[in-house]
């Protein structure tokens, strides 16, 4: 039986039970107030058949008022999870996240208490995460464009020297390409959240695209002298090929930015059953527990010192695009150590490794 059929089941048994308690207590109590009134000649026992009606009047009179006193003072026993409950989802309906219930009895109001009180944790988790999000993106535009006012002012003084002039507009133009940047990566995350369904899919070499995506960040591993450990596989698989190369674009230039120069990153590709893995390993500073808690939130950087490469947009982004694709992302980090990300994605039966 579903635990919704069990509950509504406990609340039939439950009001069936108490009624039947309280008749049983009504007709106990009537018939033992009816005797003590008739022994102690507060009421007259019918004398004959003719005058019955009165007498049963009289008691019916008395199980009413009776049977009005216990069910307002025994009636009230049972709803009391339900006020419990129904007070408990005003609070939460006024936007008190932290609202909590406790109900023991029976057995399956404990359960009725954890479902709620998981589900205030988890609106609590996201009205933080909404207010981050808020806060961060209004930080995060508003920082550049601080920035091009100011010196957007100081060049229209015009008593700057020519040195000065190509300074700023320099400045000016890395902070309008920051905003482009951070609008791109805004409206390719708000794209793919309000996707429920891949679109676009299509046969391609998953091996052949990782090595595309190394070659279009050839700019930024060749700076700092990294080298790349490929153990690719020739494996086709069925999905958006723009959405993910956006993954291992993300991912390979999070592993070229974290990484040492003149150090290592590997690049390889299981497949298990119906499944492929794709690792990407860096050798960087690695993460703590905490840091890998909240990665893939949006807008949050672990590593302050990185700060200005990134926007904590692009974890986000690989994440939901991973799950539009019904895979997963898990990230194996300890500090000083170095990072993997794994991607796992389905692959089709008719899909196979050359």
Not at 35 to 51: A, N, Q, V
Not at 238 to 243: S, V
Not at 253 to 280: C, G, H, W
Request: proline fraction near 3%; hydrophobic fraction near 40%.
């Amino acid at each position: 039986m579903k635990k919704s059929d069990r509950f509504s089941a406990t609340i039939v048994l439950l009001s069936t039970g108490i009624i039947f308690i309280l008749l049983t207590l009504t007709m106990f109590i009537s018939n033992a107030v009816t005797i003590f009134l008739l022994k102690h000649g507060f009421m007259d026992r019918p004398p004959h058949p003719g005058s019955l009606l009165p007498f049963l009047l009289r008691t019916s009179i008395i199980s009413i008022l009776i049977g009005t006193i216990l069910t307002l003072c025994i009636g009230h026993i049972p709803m009391r999870p339900l006020y419990t409950l129904m007070q408990a989802f005003h609070s939460v309906s006024k936007g008190d996240f932290q609202t909590k219930i406790y109900l023991e009895h029976p057995k399956d109001f404990r359960e009725l208490s954890r479902c709620f009180n998981q589900m205030t944790e988890e609106l609590a988790g996201i009205e933080m995460l909404r207010s981050d999000f808020i806060n961060n993106f209004s930080h995060e535009f508003k920082t550049p464009i601080v920035s091009i006012l100011g010196f957007a002012r100081l060049l229209k003084k015009g008593n700057l020297t020519v040195a000065e002039q190509a300074e700023y507009l320099d400045i000016i133009i890395g902070e309008a390409k920051r905003l482009t940047v951070l609008s791109t990566d805004i409206l390719n995350l708000s794209k793919v959240e309000s996707m429920s369904l891949l679109t676009d899919s299509s046969d391609f070499n998953v091996g052949e695209q990782i090595r595309e995506c190394v070659v279009l960040l050839e700019n930024k591993w060749t700076e700092k002298d990294i080298s790349f450990d490929f153990h690719l596989l020739e494996q086709k698989m069925n999905g958006n090929e723009q959405l993910l190369k956006q993954v291992w674009t993300n991912l390979i230039d999070n592993a070229i930015k974290f990484s040492p120069a003149k150090s290592e990153i590997t690049l390889s590709m299981t497949r298990q059953n119906n499944a492929l893995t794709v690792t990407i390993k860096d050798y960087g500073p690695g993460m703590d527990d905490k840091i890998q808690h909240y990665i893939f939130d949006k807008f949050y950087q672990g590593d302050s010192s990185h700060s200005s490469e990134g926007y904590g947009l692009g974890l986000a982004l690989v994440k939901k695009i991973v799950e539009l694709h019904h895979g997963i992302i898990t990230v194996k980090s300890q500090p000083l150590q170095g990072s993997s990300f794994m991607v796992t994605l389905p692959l089709s039966s008719g899909t196979e490794a050359k």
